[in-house]
Structures are given as structure tokens and as C-alpha cells.
């Protein structure tokens, strides 16, 4: 078996490890970078619908999720979606703002992509894919690892192999069975950014509307977004799903406003004033897609009774029930649809063991971990990326000896 020897050696060349790749490659490291693929950086063209929003220029910690939410401040103030950005653009990848600071690729994410592979290239990294790893030791100088392609002796490791999510795509648990090796804690794991599916009773009623798409809030976990909801013959997702679905814990309630630029009763009232002969179920018709108006129609009545046929005959307190009731619809979800669709792995490695500065692990400093394996998951909209890039140049850094 062959023997190898690196300054750095990388494990996932996804997002997080390509950046650390390069970040530590320019700062004079021999890098070797592994993954177990045939190709590297597979999530990042999968991304954003094969336009990668590659990052997020309102980029703030309150945009991530972990139980130690300082943690991440230090490296997202010392690389800002402004310095990607600035990457992109020396790359002259054209580039689109499709919502505010929501930056995707204008052609495909193949571009966003070879902007990593060139500077991974250029930094002299040394990619090697389709390499398995079967053991990681650690020493006093440094690590030894035990792959399919032999033995690698290094000065430092860092660990990129990301979440669970879309094992299709090459997620695996290494990294979190690799942190529990060290003694370290990785907290829950479960899904998100991920559709939330339906039990029967409910699924019959909304399936038949799949395809249907309207601006909600969504409120979960003490948190509320206000984007599209889209309904799917298997439940329910879209933007704002997507994001609760990250706050929901099983068993818990979801409560959807279908009008949420509203203030649906004292906009009832007005209309049963200047247009009492007109019925509920149109005027729903007119503010959402029909066949959904129609349907919350049939549930606004299997739990209130009919409803009188025009608003002039609707009591005050009737149209306090008719606005509470579409304004905080709740339901429980079944669940999700699980790690086989879901973008982001919430939990992972406990960060309260790494150092913020440079994520190395405080009780073996020559070893790192970054990307979506720690536990900090952001939101929807290009934060997931900007932590793979921050955390990866963070721990490509102070490498030497
Ligand atoms: C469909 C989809 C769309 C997304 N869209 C967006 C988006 O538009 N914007 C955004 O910000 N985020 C998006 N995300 C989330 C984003 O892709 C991830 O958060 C990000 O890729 C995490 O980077 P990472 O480097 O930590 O992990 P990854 O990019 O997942 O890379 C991990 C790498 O490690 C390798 N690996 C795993 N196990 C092993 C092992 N045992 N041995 C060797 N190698 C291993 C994998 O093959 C992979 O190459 C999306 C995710 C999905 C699934």
C-alpha cells in the first residue's frame, strides 16, 4: 500500500471543504483533498434549482440555528457573502438578486462550481475522489488515516462531509461518528428545510390541489414566515414550509394564516357594509387560488357549521370565527419528508468543544470541523452556503506548523 504525507488533509469536497481546500492551498499547505464520490461538489449543482443561491448579502447569525448561537458570529463578521461575492465576480460568473439579497447564478451552478475547482486548482490542491476512508488516528503530530487508496500521514485534518441529507448525493454520518470517536457530543439530528407531509385525512382533502401555490405565514416553534406555501400530492411545502419545518418538532402543531397581508376581520366588516350581498366563499375566491378558497370553504363549515349565504347576515362574532379560523388554520403535521429531500441536517457536532477562531477541536487541535456537520444550519435563501464558505476559510487558515 502506498503511503502519502500532506500538511492538510480534507475530508468532503463539497462546499465547506473545497473552500477550506483552497483557503489553506494559498496560505503554502500541500493539501489533499478526498471524498468518497465520483465528482466533487455534487449538492452545490443540485443547488437552488440548478442556479445556486450561493449566498445571502443580509447575512446575519440570527439567520442560523444551533444551541450555541455565538458560535458562529466570528467567522461569518471575517468572511462576508461581500468577499464571495468579490470571488464571483473576479470569476465573471453573472450572477441574479431573485429575492432581497437571495444572490443565484444567472446561468447554471456548474459555474459557481468550477469558481472552486479553479481556485482549488490553482492553490495546488490535490483532489482525489472515489477514495474511501476506512480509519482516522490521531497523533501528537498530527493524524494518520487508513483509505482505499492507502495510508496518509497529515499535520492537520479537517472534517467537511456535511449532513445527512440526500444520501443519493453522497451524504454520509462519517463526520458526526468520526466527532463521537473524539469524545465529542453531536447533538440530535433530524431534517430540514424539508416539505412536511400529511395524515390521511387531511392529505385527501389537499392533494387534489397540488401544483397550487400562495403567500402564507407559517408559524412553528415560536417562529413565523411569510413566503409562498405550495401544496404537493404528498403534503405540503414551498418557501415558507420549507423554513418551519426547520422549528417543528414532531407532534407539534403548524399554524398557517392563508391572508396574511390582512386584517381579515375588520376587512370582512367593512365589506359587509359596502357589499352585503356578496357571499364569503366569492370573495375568498378573489384573494386566493380558487379551488384552494373553495376547499378552505369546506373546512371552514365541517367545523363551524354552513355559513350564512351573504355577509350581510354574518353576526359580529361570526366574522371573528370566520377570520380567526383563516388566519390561524392549525394542523400536526405527520412529519417530513425526510433526510431523502430535505436541503439542510439541523444538530450535528456540539460546537461548544471547537474554537470559534479556527474550529479546531480544543482537546486535539489538528483536528477541524466545518460545514453543515457542526451544528449551525441557516435558513433558506443562500445562508447555508455562506456558513460553508465562512467556516471553510476560517479553518484553511493558521494551518502551519
Ligand atoms: C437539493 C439541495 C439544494 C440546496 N440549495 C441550497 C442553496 O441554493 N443555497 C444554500 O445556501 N444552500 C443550499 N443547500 C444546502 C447546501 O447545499 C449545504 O448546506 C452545503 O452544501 C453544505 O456544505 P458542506 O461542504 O458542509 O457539505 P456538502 O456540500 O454536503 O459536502 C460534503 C462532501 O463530503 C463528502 N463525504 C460525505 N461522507 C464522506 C465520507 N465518508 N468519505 C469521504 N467523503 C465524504 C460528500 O460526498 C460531499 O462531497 C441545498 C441542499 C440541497 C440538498
Redesign the pocket.
Known amino acids: 500500500m502506498s503511503q502519502t504525507t500532506a500538511d492538510v488533509v480534507i475530508?468532503?469536497?463539497?462546499?465547506?471543504?473545497l473552500m477550506a481546500a483552497a483557503t489553506a492551498g494559498y496560505a503554502g499547505n500541500r493539501v489533499l483533498l478526498?471524498?468518497?464520490?465520483d465528482k466533487?461538489?455534487?449538492?452545490?449543482l443540485?443547488?437552488?434549482g440548478g442556479r445556486?443561491?450561493?449566498t445571502n448579502l443580509n447575512t446575519t447569525p440570527e439567520n442560523f440555528i444551533s444551541s450555541n448561537p455565538h458560535f458562529c458570529i466570528s467567522a461569518l463578521k471575517r468572511y462576508t457573502p461581500q468577499h464571495f461575492l468579490e470571488l464571483v465576480e473576479r470569476h465573471g460568473v453573472d450572477y441574479v438578486e431573485k429575492a432581497p439579497g437571495q444572490l443565484f447564478c444567472a446561468g447554471k451552478s456548474r459555474e459557481l462550481l468550477d469558481i472552486l475547482l479553479t481556485e482549488a486548482d490553482w492553490a495546488g490542491v490535490d483532489l482525489r475522489m472515489k477514495?474511501?476512508?476506512e480509519a482516522v488516528e490521531a497523533t501528537a503530530s498530527g493524524v494518520n488515516l487508513a483509505t482505499s487508496a492507502g495510508r496518509i500521514e497529515a499535520g492537520h485534518l479537517i472534517v467537511?462531509?456535511?449532513?445527512l441529507?440526500?444520501p443519493t448525493?453522497?451524504?454520509?454520518g462519517?463526520?458526526y461518528d468520526l466527532a463521537r470517536d473524539l469524545g465529542l457530543d453531536v447533538l440530535p439530528l433530524r431534517a430540514g428545510l424539508v416539505p412536511l407531509t400529511l395524515h390521511p385525512d387531511l392529505k385527501e382533502h389537499l392533494a387534489p390541489l397540488s401544483g397550487l401555490s400562495t403567500e402564507v405565514s407559517v408559524t412553528t416553534g415560536g417562529r413565523t414566515f411569510q413566503e409562498p406555501l405550495l401544496i404537493t400530492h404528498r403534503g405540503l411545502s414551498g418557501p415558507a414550509i420549507l423554513q418551519a419545518s426547520s422549528y417543528w418538532q414532531a407532534g407539534e402543531e403548524v399554524v398557517i394564516n392563508w391572508l396574511p397581508r390582512l386584517d381579515l376581520k375588520a376587512e370582512l366588516t367593512r365589506l359587509r357594509e359596502q357589499q352585503p350581498k356578496t357571499s364569503l366563499a366569492s370573495w375568498l375566491a378573489e384573494q386566493l387560488p380558487k379551488r384552494l378558497a373553495a376547499t378552505l370553504v369546506e373546512f371552514l363549515e365541517a367545523s363551524q357549521g354552513s355559513l350564512p349565504l351573504r355577509l350581510a347576515d354574518f353576526s359580529n362574532n361570526r366574522l371573528q370565527e370566520v377570520a380567526a379560523f383563516l388566519q390561524a388554520w392549525s394542523f400536526i403535521p405527520a412529519g417530513t419528508e425526510g433526510y431523502r429531500t430535505?436541503?439542510?441536517t439541523l444538530g450535528g457536532v456540539d460546537t461548544r468543544a471547537l474554537s470559534s477562531r479556527d474550529f479546531s477541536v480544543q482537546a486535539c487541535p489538528r483536528i477541524r470541523f466545518?460545514?453543515?456537520?457542526l451544528d449551525v444550519t441557516?435558513h433558506l435563501g443562500?445562508?447555508?452556503?455562506?456558513?460553508?464558505w465562512a467556516s471553510g476559510v476560517a479553518a484553511g487558515q493558521g494551518l502551519e506548523a
Open positions: 475530508i468532503g469536497a463539497g462546499a465547506a471543504g478526498l471524498d468518497h464520490t466533487p461538489g455534487k449538492k452545490i443540485m443547488s437552488g445556486c443561491n450561493f477514495t474511501r476512508i467537511a462531509t456535511g449532513g441529507s440526500i448525493l453522497g451524504a454520509t462519517f463526520g430535505a436541503e439542510v466545518i460545514g453543515e456537520v441557516g443562500g445562508y447555508n452556503f455562506q456558513w460553508a
